[in-house]
């Protein structure tokens, strides 16, 4: 009698069967021989959308939303309960290459740009799956775009299929259209060190020079008493 055999093995990202058949002979059985092997790479795609398309997954379609700023922005402003896991971690790693990588960093961009020396949490898709099955539906935001486009990246790599990220990050999103927690706006998180007083220092010194103006302009016996009363150099 003839005699057939079928195996298959199926994932969430691919699809793969054979076929071994074997034929019968007068008086004798041939060996199987395998006819045909199909691969059929199954692909998610991640959607990117606007702020107002982003609010319409959340309360239409049930999206959860994963903040994977580091947690210094993460801090500054987030989304009302969203649930944060970093893509990029503080790097407190000592060794002397390091050091002077952060040193530099810590001189500049940390100090006028309130930004943390950071590496990739190696843990990130860990941490993920850990709080999410594959097939949950996932919108990743950070404040640029950047960052959850990396994310979705990798969380697709490694299964997850219902994946949306905000195109230009939460710097976009306009004041008002999520509830947030923090100690400024969404739009601004991204803001910190130095950067963040420059402009109360330019307005004092504006309002300073303003009423300086003004000072001689419509009092100026008096200004030139107060010119006289400075010393000479």
């Known amino acids: 009698m003839a005699g057939i055999g079928f195996s298959s093995a199926v994932s969430s990202t691919s699809f793969q ?34 702020a107002e398309e982003a609010k319409k997954l959340i309360a239409v379609e049930e999206y959860t939303i994963l903040d994977v700023r ?18 990029f971690i503080e790097n407190q790693d000592n060794d002397f290459g390091t050091i002077i990588k952060r040193t530099v960093h810590n001189n500049f961009s940390g100090l006028f740009f309130g930004l943390l020396f950071t590496k990739l949490n190696p843990d990130f898709v860990q941490s993920v799956k850990s709080q999410f099955s594959p097939g949950s539906k996932l919108l990743l935001v950070c ?9 979705a990246k990798e969380l697709e790599q490694a299964g997850f299929q219902n994946i949306a990220c905000i195109t230009s990050g939460l710097q976009a999103v306009k004041p008002g259209t999520f509830d947030s ?34 000072f001689i302009t419509f009092f100026p016996e008096q200004a030139e008493k107060l010119f006289q009363i400075v010393p000479a150099s």
């Not at 069967?17 to 692909?43: A, D, Y």
């Not at 402003?77 to 944060?84: E, N, P």
């Not at 927690?181 to 130095?194: F, I, S």
């Open 17 to 50: 069967t054979s076929c071994l058949v074997s034929e019968t002979h007068i008086g004798r059985t041939m060996p199987g021989k395998l006819l045909r092997r199909k691969n059929l790479n199954i692909k998610a795609e991640v959607s990117y959308v606007n």
């Open 143 to 151: 404040q640029e775009g950047l960052r959850s486009a990396a994310a």
């Open 181 to 214: 927690v923090g100690t400024t706006e969404l739009q601004d998180a991204g803001k910190g060190g130095l950067i963040t007083v420059q402009g109360k220092i330019s307005a004092v010194l504006g309002t300073v020079l303003v009423c300086a103006y003004l």
């Open 70 to 87: 580091d947690k210094s922005q993460y801090d500054r402003a987030h989304i009302k309960s969203c649930y944060h896991v970093p893509l």
